[in-house]
């Protein structure tokens, strides 16, 4: 994955599993900052097609995780 994407998705994933809400504020900001920068230096992409990047990315991660248990199957 693209390390600009990959940071951006961190950020994200940070903010939104974050339980403490003093904390919240704190993450959602290094999030908007990344997804920022990557726009910057990336002018031919536009907000809406970062945003669908990053849900997509978002969205596998999580199916990743999901199909991936921790747990190993019983024998």
């Known amino acids: 994955m693209n390390p600009e994407l990959e940071a951006v ?3 994200l994933e940070a903010f939104k599993e974050e ?4 904390e919240v ?7 908007e900052a990344r997804f920022n920068e990557v726009l910057q230096k990336h002018p031919g992409l536009s907000r809406e097609r970062l945003q669908q990047a990053i849900r997509f990315a978002y969205s596998q991660r999580l199916k990743a995780r999901k199909t991936h248990s921790s747990v190993p199957p019983k024998a």
């Open 9 to 11: 998705l961190q950020a």
């Open 19 to 22: 339980p403490s809400a003093a």
């Open 25 to 31: 504020h704190r993450l959602k900001e290094i999030y």
